[in-house]
């Protein structure tokens, strides 16, 4: 096994700052196939030292948004493990000790600048012309300058001694070597007046200490690298392996996929996972979309398993040029899913959306005799799961519920109102005498009653399929009588010719 190939602990270390975006799950993605491919480990950290921008219901949001897409991971909030706490804001103690033992020696000094004479500093140096960044001044703060500071309590950040000389280079494993020069790192704070860590303090902190080989992330992380790498020497550690991850471009290719819902040209394109889950596209679809956003499981086939894709992902085949999102293919993809799928399974995963869209509840949905009849009647046509309720509410409202207001929907081909009419009180007869009441023996009534009347299958169908659903469109015919049942299809059929009679009247 290569070096490169022996088992990787990666993680994915999102901020709960707003909701999980499909940037954050395909990097969670690529971090978890990854671990997956070298029977390694996937941790899940949270990093949420900037309480200001802290969202309550964000964690939530995003573990809900990793285990919909099957990212369980090893180690983390609720998984536990031995290099825990995995949530950055409880391991205040631990960064506070580092960031001492980078002041022991020599690499960190405490900086009394506030943040209004840092603001007037950056003044200074626009209006020369110069670039804007802290001076360094308080790396050579003399002691009694030190002490006169701390007497009056004035408060304090810590910031890191970056070299004031040479380069540094980080190697990418997909993009190459990225050098900088030393003196453009301007001593970024490491420690915050609060006490808690800055980003790149706490980042090598904790991949060090959690064992992380292999750190996946967005390439917006790219300039701070560096900064990372003199970290790591500065602590004497080994780095990682660095893989950063190209951004996805909108559908359009023309800029940075959005990490809320945008409306394009009339298209609505979603940005948050949650909105995914409730717009009813399926994990697997997702999944598939993603893992080829980036990485491409194989040019000849569209369609591939988890298991697969674990199979055969390799980091060092990520293509470091931004793509766009394929978002049109994720409704196809979604479909064939769904296609796909047992029923009994479609049916589990379409209650929660059918409750959700019908106002029924998930355990009376789940013991109605009607819904192992209706799936199979919809999955044909279903793109998502919530268009289900949409599809089969007429089969869970009442007869008298049906809106027959549009006329259009109990026609039958070139026929009028009258006409259509007299069909369904033919109909009517063959329902009300067929026996046994199954979908075979009603078509081949209805079927030899048509070449009776010398009419199209159009001509005498449609009407039954807007006197049973008041819709233009709907399941199949029979299977649809079988489902409401003889006496209720007989009511509805009623009630469509009623409506059909009183709509002759009205046009005479």
């Known amino acids: 096994m290569s070096e490169l190939h022996a088992p990787a602990r990666t993680r994915f270390a999102p901020s709960p700052t707003g909701y999980l975006h499909l940037g954050g799950l395909r990097t969670a993605l690529f971090a978890w196939l990854w671990a997956r491919h070298t029977n390694g480990q996937f941790i899940l950290r949270i990093e949420d030292t900037d309480q200001n921008r802290y969202q309550e219901d964000s964690l939530d949001d995003l573990m809900r948004g990793l285990r919909w897409l099957g990212l369980e991971w090893d180690e983390g909030p609720e998984a536990g493990g031995p290099v825990g706490p995995y949530i950055q804001s409880r391991r205040r103690e631990i ?37 804007p960044g802290y001076d360094r001044r308080d790396r050579y703060l003399t002691p009694e300058q030190i002490a006169a500071y701390e007497a009056e309590g004035r408060p304090s950040v810590v910031r890191f001694s970056a070299p004031l000389e040479g380069k540094t280079t980080v190697h990418d494993l997909i993009r190459g070597d990225i050098t900088v020069e030393n003196e453009s790192v301007r001593d970024p704070v490491i420690l915050k007046s609060d006490g808690l860590p800055t980003y790149h303090l706490a980042v090598v902190v904790d991949d060090h200490l959690m064992g992380v080989t292999d750190v996946l992330r967005g390439e917006e992380w790219i300039s701070s690298t560096p900064l990372h790498q003199m970290l790591y020497a500065a602590f004497d550690w080994d780095a990682p392996r660095f893989i950063h991850l190209p951004v996805i471009l909108d559908p359009s290719g023309q800029g940075k996929m959005s990490k809320r819902k945008k409306v394009v040209d009339g298209h609505e394109y979603l940005a948050q996972v949650h909105e995914f889950i409730d717009a009813g596209y399926l994990p697997e679809a997702v999944f598939n979309l993603l893992t080829n956003v980036g990485w491409n499981f194989d040019a000849e086939r569209e369609i591939f398993t988890r298991e697969e894709a674990i199979e055969r992902f390799d980091v060092a085949d990520i293509n470091p040029s931004p793509g766009a999102l394929p978002y049109a293919k994720l409704e196809w993809l979604n479909g064939v899913y769904i296609r796909d799928m047992a029923p ?58 049906i809106d027959y207001s549009n006329t259009k929907a109990l026609l039958g081909k070139k026929l009028d109102a ?52 008041g819709k233009m469109v709907a399941p199949p015919l029979f299977d649809s009588m079988v489902v409401l049942g003889r006496d209720e299809t007989l009511i509805r059929v009623r009630n469509g010719e009623a409506a059909l009679r009183k709509a002759a009247l009205e046009t005479t």
Do not use: H
């Open 95 to 131: 960064y506070q000790r580092y960031v001492q033992q980078l002041i022991d020696d020599g690499y960190a000094y405490r900086s009394y600048m506030s943040a209004e004479e840092l603001d007037a500093l950056r003044e200074e140096q626009r209006a020369r012309g110069d670039a």
């Open 344 to 401: 009994a399974e479609l049916q589990a995963r379409l209650i929660p959306y059918l409750s959700r869209g019908l106002d029924i509840a998930e355990s009376d949905l789940a013991q109605d005799p009607r819904l192992p009849l209706l799936v199979p009647l919809i999955q044909e046509r279903l793109k998502t799961l919530a268009e289900a309720a949409e599809k089969v509410e007429w089969a869970f409202q009442s007869a008298d519920e």
């Open 418 to 469: 009258a006409q259509s009419a007299d069909v369904l009180a033919t109909g009517y007869d063959l329902i009300e005498n067929a026996e046994p009441f199954t979908a075979d023996v009603l078509e081949q009534a209805f079927r030899a009653k048509t070449d009776e009347l010398g009419l199209k299958a159009g001509s005498f169908f449609s009407p039954f399929r807007g006197a049973l659903t």
